[in-house]
């Protein structure tokens, strides 16, 4: 999904219903309210996982985190892909291509899992959301697209609303915020590259990336590996990897059962849920600064999309990634 912000996480999306056909131009099967629901039961859960992630990340590494979860996600994965997906996942065309993308995708996951270290979650959020008006300028530069002057204004309130979130001169907690911003670039990117490769089966393209956080994971997690304080922790670390695989069959349902123009603004709940969880398990809210950037970028994000539906009518794909 392109024109609004698709869920952070990159084990972000995928999996068995990742591979049905798409939305159907007639009425036939779709059930809005359910769709609605679905989405935002999805946003609640990519919520839990990233909150369980930044919990974990206070004891564990980031490393250590990605590994774990990466190999709980592919082991619910894997036996969905069947022997065809097997098969087609060991011969992906424009390989070059495709470990840039799983060097992305991996990228992007490490960088919002060191920014919550410090980071509220809201925070973190707030600039995963700009992600599609990242997009919206790559794909001018790398795919031709053309852009009329009132998304390109839209795009410009956006990129205001993320200089007030990332509070210049706002001492560590800037340099956090600064990864977390460099992490939804890496996102946006993903994202272009998702569209180029759009012809494969989401399944097993995100099946692709998480071998690429669990071998990334198995580099370097020895480096400053924690051991694992009890079976409650391990479970946990698991936790995160499904957690986000469950989310993803949910957002990937919703964009099935009803319109994109009546699911994806849902797809904002995700910061209210940050708010939510920032609150009442870390005991931390947005700044203002946060909070009037989030603001703008959703603001912009939502035109963008409305526009996009409107010029060129086109659904958004399914979520590809995490």
């Known amino acids: 999904m392109y024109g609004a912000p698709p869920p952070r996480d990159m084990v972000r999306r995928y999996f068995i219903m990742a591979t049905a056909p798409g939305p159907a131009t007639s009425n036939q099967g779709e059930n809005i309210p359910l769709g609605i629901g679905l989405m935002v039961l999805g946003m609640f859960l990519f919520s839990v996982n990233d909150a369980l992630g930044k919990w974990l990340v206070a004891t564990y590494a980031v490393t250590q985190l990605l590994l774990v979860r990466s190999a709980a996600a592919l082991a619910v994965i894997t036996p969905v892909l069947g022997r065809r997906g097997i098969v087609e996942l060991g011969r992906m065309p424009r390989p070059v291509l495709q470990a840039v993308r799983i060097f992305v995708a991996t990228a992007e996951t490490a960088c919002f899992y060191f920014a919550v270290t410090v980071l509220p979650l809201a925070d973190a959020f707030t600039y995963y959301l700009a992600g599609p008006i990242y997009v919206t300028v790559l794909a001018v530069i790398f795919l031709k697209e053309k852009v009329g002057w009132r998304r390109w204004a839209a795009v410009l309130v ?9 509070q210049p001169g706002a001492g560590a907690f800037g340099w956090y915020a600064l990864i977390a911003f460099v992490g939804s670039l890496f996102y946006a ?4 590259m998702t569209r180029v490769l759009r012809g494969m089966s989401p399944t097993v393209m995100a099946t692709s990336q998480m071998w690429g956080g669990l071998l990334f994971g198995v580099l370097a997690a020895p480096v400053d590996w924690v051991p694992i304080a009890s079976v409650k922790d391990g479970l946990l670390l698991a936790l995160v990897g499904v957690v986000a695989v469950v989310a993803i069959v949910c957002v990937n349902r919703s964009l099935r059962l009803a319109p994109a123009s009546a699911v994806v603004p849902y797809q904002y709940t995700l910061i209210v849920w940050a708010v939510v969880f920032g609150y009442f398990v870390f005991d931390n809210l947005p700044s203002v600064p946060t909070m009037v950037g ?5 603001g912009s994000g939502l035109f963008i999309f409305f526009r996009e539906q409107k010029v060129a009518k086109v659904e958004p794909d399914v979520v590809t990634g995490p």
């Open 158 to 166: 956006g990129f205001i609303g993320v200089v007030i979130a990332l």
């Open 294 to 298: 989030a603001l703008l970028i959703v």
């Open 189 to 192: 990117v993903l994202m272009i």
